[in-house]
Nanobody, 121 residues
Framework: QMQPVESGGGSVQAGGSLTLSCAAS????MGWFRQPLGKEREGVAS???????AYADSVKGRFTISQDIRENTLYLEMNNLNVEDTAMYYC???????????????????WGQGTQVTVTS
């Protein structure tokens, strides 16, 4: 069970795309969270072991979470980015717990250090 390690952040113009990567394995639930400066952390997307996914309403249709099991890597493909997507993005791993939604932080036990995504207008 490895500690998640994110990569792929950077600066991009509004309307552009970016793909984040996370080296992680060993858990049945993997997810991406983000925290804009001065705001609370929020769930962005999660992927369960059965292949089911969950997305925040704000990113549906624009972001896609996926996994390369052989490479132990989780991805977050982000398209049509806007300035409101600017945040520190975190990868997390854990297990689905009864009573908690798929984007609830309480499902996740291991967290990466984060990678910054900045979208400019």
């Amino acid at each position: 069970q490895m500690q998640p390690v994110e990569s792929g952040g950077g600066s991009v113009q509004a309307g552009g795309s970016l793909t984040l990567s996370c080296a992680a394995s060993g858990f049945s639930l993997m997810g991406w969270f983000r925290q804009p400066l001065g705001k609370e952390r929020e769930g962005v997307a999660s992927l369960a072991g059965d292949g089911s996914t969950a997305y925040a309403d704000s990113v549906k249709g624009r972001f896609t979470i996926s996994q390369d099991i052989r490479e132990n890597t989780l991805y977050l493909e982000m398209n049509n980015l806007n300035v409101e997507d600017t945040a520190m993005y975190y990868c997390a791993t854990g297990f689905t717990r009864m009573g908690y939604g798929r984007l609830d932080e309480r499902n996740f036990q291991r967290w990466g250090q984060g990678t910054q995504v900045t979208v400019t207008s």
